[in-house]
Each structure stands twice: as structure tokens, then as C-alpha cells.
């Protein structure tokens, strides 16, 4: 079976750090590129960050400079550095994956950034 | 605001068409493919459409893409109390070397 187990989302306070974690199962993780989507309660999909099969990164302009994505593929993993956290930075992340679209999704983790 | 602009909602009777449009520029959706995406609240989104106008499998084929220009659709027909749900439109932005979503239209079946 195909799957994404984040993990990591808890409560911290703005400023502070933190490191979410995506574990890949069911498919050759190495082939695949990875990305993290949020959701913030009532608000829409927004995407955060991809890293491609080569290691290279692209972020969102609201958490560039801030966030860090890299994957171990030894692992099967995917990770999202967090640092700087703001208000705004409170969603559901979700791990996200696939070939033709991104058919792979995480139930997700809550980030929740306050004080 | 997104780049990508979505009517906020919809709706549509039960064996209905509808359609959610998605308005871009030229350096995301004239120039990528773009991808839609179901959404429920509570569950993960799912892909409903890839590269413009293809259909994963297991996909219905009432769901349907277009594209044309800066622009792309998605029609929904013979809606189903289940397609209830919010929908997204997605591409790579050439300016802001990132993947955008639109802001979401939430479909609402009476």
C-alpha cells in the first residue's frame, strides 16, 4: 500500500523551531518528487515546499528563507525545517506525492504557532 | 491573494452541469499544465485532474478539463450530492518558481 505518515506538528511559540517529518512506504521513494502542502483552518490549499529527485528545492515567497526541505531516500523520508515560526504559519501540513498530479497525500500534521 | 483566481463558489442541482473556472497569466497557466484537486474537509485531497485535461483512473468521467490561453475549467456534469466538496486549480508559476493552488471554489449540490 502506498503511503505518507507526517509527524512532528505540535505547539510552539512564535519564533520558535521546529522539524516535521514524512515517512514514505509502498513505492520507490527515490523516483518520486516530494512537496508539503498546509491548509490553515478555513482558509485554502497552499503550496510550501518541493524537493525534486536531484535534491533540488523550491519554496512558497512566505516561508523562503525561513523553511528547509530535504529527503533522506535511504530513509524513505521527507522533512521540512521550520524555523522562525510565525502566526501564519498555523495549518495542517500534509506530505504530498505522485506522478500524473499529486495522487499521494498524507493525512497530515497540525502545526499550531502560538503563544 | 492568489495568482490564480477561483470563483468562491458554486452550485448546481442534482444532474447538472457545472463548471469552476481558474484564471491565471502567462507565466503559469499560459505556459504549464494545470491540475485540479477535490477537496472534502477532513480527508485528503484528491486529484481529479492532470496535465490539463487527463483524467486519473477511478476518476469519473463527468469530471472534464479544458484550457485555453491564461484560463483553464473544470466541468462537473450529472452532479451527484457527493461532488459536494471544495475544488482547486494548481500549476507551476514561472515567476514565483513555486506551485500555486487558486484560492478554491466550494461546490455546493441543492
Known amino acids: 500500500e502506498v503511503k505518507l505518515v507526517e509527524s512532528g506538528g505540535v505547539l510552539v511559540q512564535p519564533g520558535g523551531s521546529l522539524r516535521l517529518s514524512c515517512a514514505a512506504s509502498?513505492?520507490?521513494?527515490?523516483?518520486?518528487?516530494m512537496h508539503w502542502v498546509r491548509q490553515a483552518a478555513g482558509k485554502g490549499l497552499e503550496w510550501v515546499s518541493g524537493?525534486?529527485?536531484?535534491?533540488?528545492?523550491h519554496y512558497s515567497g512566505s516561508v523562503r528563507g525561513r523553511f528547509t526541505i530535504s529527503r533522506e531516500n535511504g530513509k524513505k523520508s521527507l522533512y521540512l525545517q521550520m524555523s522562525s515560526l510565525r502566526d501564519e504559519d498555523t495549518a495542517v501540513y500534509y506530505c504530498?506525492?505522485?506522478?500524473?498530479?499529486?495522487?499521494?497525500w498524507g493525512k497530515g500534521t497540525t502545526v499550531t504557532v502560538s503563544s | 491573494q492568489s495568482v490564480l483566481t477561483q470563483p468562491p463558489s458554486a452550485s448546481g442541482t442534482p444532474g447538472q452541469g457545472v463548471s469552476i473556472s481558474c484564471s491565471g497569466s502567462?507565466?503559469?497557466?499560459?505556459?504549464?499544465?494545470v491540475y485540479w484537486y477535490l477537496h472534502v474537509p477532513g480527508t485528503a485531497p484528491k486529484v481529479l485532474i492532470y496535465?490539463?485535461?487527463q483524467r486519473p483512473s477511478g476518476v469519473p468521467d463527468r469530471f472534464s478539463g479544458s484550457k485555453s490561453g491564461t484560463s483553464a475549467s473544470l466541468a462537473i456534469s450529472g452532479l451527484r450530492s457527493e461532488d459536494e466538496a471544495d475544488y482547486y486549480c494548481?500549476?507551476?508559476?514561472?515567476?514565483?518558481?513555486?506551485?500555486?493552488f487558486g484560492g478554491g471554489t466550494k461546490l455546493t449540490v441543492l
Open positions: 504530498v506525492t505522485g506522478g500524473d498530479g499529486w495522487d499521494v
Open positions: 509502498g513505492f520507490t521513494f527515490s523516483n518520486y518528487d
Open positions: 524537493i525534486g529527485t536531484s535534491g533540488n528545492t
Open positions: 502567462s507565466s503559469n497557466i499560459g505556459s504549464h499544465s
Open positions: 496535465k490539463n485535461n
Open positions: 494548481a500549476v507551476w508559476d514561472d515567476s514565483l518558481s513555486g506551485w500555486v
